[in-house]
């Protein structure tokens, strides 16, 4: 799906996506990946919702944003509250839902100036 999000300059605008990736800055991503709203758009080492570990939370902390929107894949799934440790120690928000829904949100929250991050799921 494209996307028409009101890009402030300097962050990261999720043009479209679909179940075979995000169109992040002109940069197709057909991985997992991570999607701050400064910064470096990274590739999130998660092959599988089940191989969801605390330390891939841990390294979104990291971007210290007031919230993470996790896309959980094709179909909404919560993660088990002791992976999300991380977050919630340092008191950061997240919200979980399925990746087209994340990257709906993301954006938005993104034009309202948040400072959020994406942790898109993708399966394949």
Known sequence: MKLHAERIEGTNAIARHGPDGVLVNGVQHTCSVVVPWTGLVTAWPVTRFENLAADHFKALAEHAPELVIFG?????RFPPAGLLRPLIERRIGVETMDTAAACRTYNVLLSEGRTVVA??????
């Open 72 to 76: 959980s894949g094709a179909r909404l």
């Open 119 to 124: 942790a898109l799921l993708f399966e394949h």
